[in-house]
């Protein structure tokens, strides 16, 4: 029995759906950090410190996903 789908197994779809998928939706957050420092007039500094605090959970998640490319683990 094949167990693939469009040609693709189970374990392709997962790992295009977690890079692709994720980027696409961390993209997302922050469009909604954006909207969040426009509609509350945050300013320039106002607008980092948002970007700043509500995208660092994000950057640690990138940053671990490259540094495990860096080191082929």
Do not use: C, P
């Not at 993209?27 to 420092?37: C, E, G, S």
Request: zero cysteines.
């Amino acid at each position: 029995m094949n167990n693939t789908l469009f040609g693709y197994t189970e374990a392709q779809i997962s790992q295009f759906g977690l890079t692709f998928g994720l980027a696409a939706f961390m993209l997302y957050m922050l469009f909604i950090v954006l909207k969040l420092a426009i509609d509350s007039k945050a300013g320039k500094f106002g607008t980092f410190v948002l970007f700043l605090v509500l995208s660092l959970g994000m950057l640690g998640f990138a940053a671990k996903g490259i540094i495990r490319w860096v080191l082929g683990l």
